[in-house]
Structures are given as structure tokens and as C-alpha cells.
């Protein structure tokens, strides 16, 4: 009975140390800027994007717009322009295409300040095709695998480019219902986020489809950079997530993002029965 009476009593005396506290949350976007710019060795008109975080989920972002946005190496320097104005959407000259060997920097002034970022490329490789399969409920396809997840030498960005608007009964319909893009990432870790990860759309497409494969190298530095976003997007919410953090960036203070350059490479194929 003695001890009941102290267990008691002991229940008391914490209670009697619980303090209700209101916490004055700040809810506050940050003004920092969001760059998405990765430059690669084909010649033509390249893009970098500049937005403002978001507040909310699925929020479309605003631009960044009217700001000055140059890049540059060792030989030449190019001034991007921002089309249509107010879009935050900025481009080089058509003539204009990353090489190796080069140091590339990413100047931005914007909202009275200047933010920087430097990379460099890797070089390219060639890759075998994708495997599709047949679904057993339909008649349609889906990719079944593209390229080993792991590999401690070459990461690797893949894109996928599906467009089945040419295959007979599709002809008709929106872009956005006989096109999609896929993306797959090879990386140099394996983490359990990723073994574990919450189970993805998949894309089914029609006998006849044209799939465009194109890989993009990844220094190690963005491949680090792609495995810490997706450890905070698609990987997140599956058996084993990791606590919310800041993606690493090499941006300058006040700047999120990252400044890549990637040689690409490209295979086209039919999807045959």
C-alpha cells in the first residue's frame, strides 16, 4: 500500500510541473532564392530558373524576375535573357554549349544582391536500352528497369522521354495524355530510404511508343546534391525517412539550388510486342 501511495503522489507532483506554453511560430517564407540550372554539351538555347520558396504544398512559385544572370568560364562569358519578360525564365544563345575541361560560373544579381555557384563536367558514356514489359491486365507496357541504381563510378541523371501521340487511337488526345518524362537517378550510395522508398506512379504506354533515352553525367558533388532531394521528396514517407533537412547547394548564401553541367548522351527506341 505504501508504495501505491508513493506512485501516487509522484504522479502528482509531475503533473504539477506541466506548464501550458504558447510557442510564437514564424510562418514566414524565407527571401532566399531558388535556382534550377544545369547547362550541357549540346548546342542549343539552355535555361536556368529562378523562383521563390513556397509557403504550401504543391504552391506554384513565383519568379524571380528582372534579374541579371551571366555564366562564364576561362574563355568566354555569355549574358542570359529572361523570355517572356516577368517569367524568371532565363536563356543563353542558341550557339551555346558546355565543354570539358572547362570551370563554368553561374553569376546572378537579384533582389540587390549577387549570388555565384561554380561546376564543371564529367564526360558522357554510352548505356544499353531500357527493358519494358507487358502488363498482365492490359495490353499496354511499362518501363521495367533502366540502369543499376548503385554504382561508385559514374552517376549518373537518366531521362526518359515517352511519346505515344503517334500510335493509332491515341492520336487525339492532350498532350498530357499520350506524353510523359520520367526521371531515374545512378548514385554512388545505397540508402535504405531508397530500398524502402514509397511506391511510385507507374507509366503505361502502347505498342508502337518512340521512348528517348538520355543520360546525363553527374559530378559527385551534384550527385550528392540529387540524393539529398530525393531523400527529402520521393524517398521520404516510405518504412525508414530521415529527419527534414536542408538540401546541400553549391550556391552562394541566399540561394538554394544547385549549378550543374552534364555531358549528355542518346538512344531512341520503338516499344515492339
Same mark, same amino acid.
Request: proline share 5%; hydrophobic share 40%; net charge negative.
Given at each position: 500500500?505504501?508504495?501505491?501511495?508513493?506512485?501516487?503522489?509522484?504522479?502528482?507532483?509531475?503533473?504539477?510541473?506541466?506548464?501550458?506554453?504558447?510557442?510564437?511560430?514564424?510562418? /514566414?517564407?524565407?527571401?532566399?532564392?531558388?535556382?534550377?540550372?544545369?547547362?550541357?554539351? /549540346?548546342?542549343?538555347?539552355?535555361?536556368?530558373?529562378?523562383?521563390?520558396?513556397?509557403?504550401?504544398?504543391?504552391?506554384?512559385?513565383?519568379?524571380?524576375?528582372?534579374?541579371?544572370?551571366?555564366?562564364?568560364?576561362?574563355?568566354?562569358?555569355?549574358?542570359?535573357?529572361?523570355?517572356?519578360?516577368?517569367?524568371?525564365?532565363?536563356?543563353?544563345?542558341?550557339?551555346?554549349?558546355?565543354?570539358?575541361?572547362?570551370?563554368?560560373?553561374?553569376?546572378?544579381?537579384?533582389?540587390?544582391?549577387?549570388?555565384?555557384?561554380?561546376?564543371?563536367?564529367?564526360?558522357?558514356?554510352?548505356?544499353? /536500352?531500357?527493358?519494358?514489359?507487358?502488363?498482365?491486365?492490359?495490353?499496354?507496357?511499362?518501363?521495367?528497369?533502366?540502369?543499376?541504381?548503385?554504382?561508385?563510378?559514374?552517376?549518373?541523371?537518366?531521362?526518359?522521354?515517352?511519346?505515344?501521340?503517334?500510335?493509332?487511337?491515341?492520336?487525339?488526345?492532350?498532350?498530357?495524355?499520350?506524353?510523359?518524362?520520367?526521371?531515374?537517378?545512378?548514385?554512388?550510395?545505397?540508402?535504405?530510404?531508397?530500398?524502402?522508398?514509397?511506391?511510385?506512379?507507374?507509366?503505361?504506354?502502347?505498342?508502337?511508343?518512340?521512348?528517348?533515352?538520355?543520360?546525363?553525367?553527374?559530378?559527385?558533388?551534384?550527385?550528392?546534391?540529387?540524393?539529398?532531394?530525393?531523400? /527529402?521528396?520521393?524517398?521520404?514517407?516510405?518504412?525508414?525517412?530521415?529527419?527534414?533537412?536542408?538540401?546541400?547547394?553549391?550556391?552562394?548564401?541566399?540561394?538554394?539550388?544547385?549549378?550543374?553541367?552534364?555531358?549528355?548522351?542518346?538512344?531512341?527506341?520503338?516499344?515492339?510486342?
Amino acid at each position: 500500500m505504501r508504495r501505491v501511495w508513493m506512485f501516487t503522489g509522484l504522479i502528482f507532483l509531475l503533473h504539477g510541473c506541466v506548464k501550458e506554453t504558447s510557442w510564437q511560430l514564424k510562418d /514566414e517564407v524565407p527571401k532566399k532564392i531558388i535556382v534550377d540550372a544545369i547547362i550541357t554539351d /549540346e548546342v542549343k538555347t539552355q535555361q536556368v530558373t529562378l523562383s521563390w520558396p513556397v509557403s504550401e504544398l504543391n504552391q506554384a512559385p513565383k519568379p524571380v524576375t528582372g534579374a541579371g544572370v551571366l555564366i562564364s568560364n576561362e574563355d568566354s562569358t555569355w549574358q542570359l535573357t529572361e523570355s517572356p519578360p516577368n517569367s524568371g525564365k532565363y536563356y543563353t544563345p542558341s550557339t551555346f554549349f558546355a565543354r570539358l575541361q572547362k570551370n563554368y560560373t553561374l553569376f546572378i544579381s537579384a533582389n540587390g544582391k549577387v549570388y555565384s555557384a561554380k561546376t564543371t563536367m564529367l564526360p558522357g558514356s554510352v548505356f544499353g /536500352e531500357l527493358k519494358y514489359t507487358k502488363n498482365d491486365e492490359n495490353n499496354l507496357y511499362h518501363v521495367d528497369w533502366v540502369a543499376n541504381a548503385f554504382s561508385t563510378e559514374k552517376s549518373a541523371m537518366w531521362e526518359l522521354l515517352i511519346d505515344w501521340s503517334g500510335v493509332p487511337g491515341y492520336k487525339k488526345l492532350d498532350s498530357v495524355d499520350n506524353h510523359a518524362r520520367m526521371l531515374f537517378y545512378t548514385l554512388p550510395t545505397l540508402d535504405v530510404s531508397e530500398v524502402f522508398a514509397p511506391q511510385m506512379q507507374s507509366v503505361n504506354f502502347p505498342s508502337g511508343t518512340i521512348i528517348t533515352e538520355r543520360r546525363y553525367s553527374l559530378t559527385p558533388a551534384h550527385a550528392e546534391f540529387v540524393r539529398e532531394m530525393l531523400l /527529402e521528396t520521393n524517398w521520404a514517407g516510405g518504412l525508414f525517412t530521415m529527419s527534414p533537412a536542408n538540401v546541400v547547394t553549391n550556391l552562394s548564401e541566399g540561394a538554394f539550388g544547385y549549378f550543374g553541367a552534364c555531358a549528355v548522351t542518346e538512344l531512341s527506341l520503338i516499344v515492339a510486342p
